[in-house]
C-alpha cells in the first residue's frame, strides 16, 4: 500500500515545536485523527524515531488549524498532547508556546491574510473555548521571523509576537478556583487548585522537601518526587471536576518558591511526568494569577504587586518569564481579566509528511 502525504508547516513556537496542518488536510473523526497524529510524531518510540517527534513533550505537540466560524475569531486551533512513548494523544489541554506560532502559520497557509506592518490574528482555542489576540510582524505583507526579541529557553533571536489571553479563567474547569477553595490539604501537603488557561495544582516546594531552584536533570532524576505528585495530582482533579486523569495531561503540576534570581517568584512546572525545560506559556498564566492572589500557597513567598496590570517575573531552570496580567482585586477577592506574554516562532519547514496508508489512506 502506497503511503499517504499531507501538507505541512513545521515551527518553533515558544519553546516548544512541532507540525501545523489544516484541519481540512485531516480525518474529521478523533479515532482516526489519533492514529494518524502517533503515527506523524513516531510516538511509542523514545525518539520517536519513525516520526518527527523529538523524544520530549515540548516537541510532540501538534497543532490544527482552520477559518473560524465564531463571530470573533479569524482562526480556530486545535490543540493535541502527543505522548512520546505510549501512542496516546490528549485532546484536553491547549498549548501557549505553540499558540505562538498559530498567526504566523494562519498566513502562511493563507487562512488569513496579512494587513499592514502589523497583523491582528484573533484566535479561538477550540480545546478550551479560551480567545487571544496575536500580533505578528508582517512588514510588506510577509511574515517577518527575524528581529531583536529574546526568550529564555531559546537561542538566538526572533521577532516578537505579542499575545493577549483573554476569558482564560476557568477555561477548562468553568472555575478560577475548582475546588472553591484558595487552599486544599491532599496526602498531607497543602495546594492550590486553579485554573487559569491551564488547570494546575500548585505546592510550595518546601512542603515536598525541595528548595524550588532545583535543575530540570536533578528533579527528573527524582523518581520518588514525581510517583508523589502524580498521586496528588490524581486526587486533585477528581477534586477540580476532571474525573479521573491517570492518562491525560492535565491538571499539570506546579511548585514555587521565594526568587533567587531578580523575579517575583521561582517556580518549575511538570508536563506532568517530566520536568518543563523552561515554562509553559498557559502554565505562566496560571501560576502568575496564584503569584497575585491572596490565600493562595504563594503566601509569604513574594512581596505581591497590588498595582494592576502587574508585571510577574516567573523565574524557571533557564532563565526568566515576564506575564502581564490585568486583573481585580477588590477585598481580597481576585478577578482574573486578561495575561499578555511576548514570545517569538520561527518557520522550520514546510511540504509533505508521509505516515503508512494502512493508518489511513487520505481523504476520499
Known amino acids: 500500500m502506497q503511503q499517504t502525504s499531507i501538507p505541512y508547516f513545521f515551527f518553533r513556537g515558544g519553546s516548544s515545536r512541532g507540525p501545523f496542518f489544516n484541519r481540512a488536510d485531516l480525518p474529521a473523526d478523533l479515532d482516526t485523527l489519533t492514529q494518524v497524529l502517533t503515527s506523524t510524531i513516531g510516538s511509542g518510540h523514545p525518539l520517536n524515531i519513525d516520526g518527527i517527534g523529538g523524544g520530549n513533550a515540548v516537541t510532540t505537540k501538534v497543532a490544527m488549524l482552520s477559518r473560524s466560524n465564531h463571530e470573533w475569531a479569524d482562526i480556530d486551533y486545535f490543540f493535541a498532547q502527543i505522548s512520546v512513548l ?196 498557559t502554565g505562566s498564566q496560571c501560576l502568575s494569577a496564584c503569584a497575585l492572589t491572596p490565600g493562595t500557597v504563594t503566601d509569604g513567598l513574594l512581596t505581591r504587586p497590588t498595582q494592576t496590570p502587574a508585571i510577574v517575573s516567573l523565574e524557571h531552570p533557564m532563565g526568566l518569564m515576564d506575564v502581564i496580567v490585568d486583573f481585580d482585586l477588590t477585598d481580597s477577592q481576585f478577578t482574573h481579566k486578561s495575561a499578555g506574554v511576548v514570545r517569538t516562532a520561527r518557520k522550520l519547514a514546510s511540504g509533505e509528511l508521509f505516515i503508512p496508508g494502512s493508518v489511513w489512506a487520505g481523504p476520499n
Request: charged share 20%; with cysteine.
Open 86 to 281: 505510549d501512542q496516546l494523544v490528549d485532546y484536553k489541554p491547549t498549548c501557549g508556546n505553540m499558540m505562538t506560532a498559530v498567526g504566523p502559520a494562519a498566513i502562511e497557509m493563507g487562512l488569513i491574510g496579512a494587513s499592514g506592518d502589523i497583523t491582528e490574528v484573533k484566535i479561538r482555542a477550540l480545546n478550551t473555548g479560551a480567545r487571544v489576540r496575536a500580533r505578528v510582524q508582517t512588514p510588506n505583507g510577509l511574515v517577518s521571523y527575524d528581529g531583536e526579541e529574546e526568550i529564555d529557553g531559546v537561542p538566538g533571536t526572533a521577532a516578537p509576537i505579542e499575545l493577549n489571553f483573554i476569558d482564560v479563567a476557568g477555561s477548562s474547569t468553568g472555575k478560577f478556583l475548582p475546588t472553591g477553595n484558595c487552599r486544599d490539604r491532599i496526602d498531607g501537603i497543602e495546594v492550590t487548585c486553579m485554573d487559569v488557561a491551564m488547570p494546575m495544582v500548585i505546592a510550595t516546594a518546601s512542603s515536598l522537601g525541595l528548595s524550588g531552584h532545583e535543575t530540570r536533570e536533578e528533579l527528573d532524576e527524582n523518581r520518588a518526587l514525581f510517583a508523589r505528585i502524580e498521586a496528588i495530582r490524581l486526587k486533585a482533579g477528581l477534586l477540580m471536576g476532571l474525573g479521573d486523569c491517570c492518562k491525560s495531561v492535565i491538571p499539570k503540576f506546579g511548585i514555587v518558591a521565594p526568587a533567587g534570581s531578580g523575579g517575583t517568584l521561582c517556580t518549575r512546572y511538570f508536563m506532568p511526568w517530566t520536568t518543563h525545560p523552561t515554562l509553559a506559556v
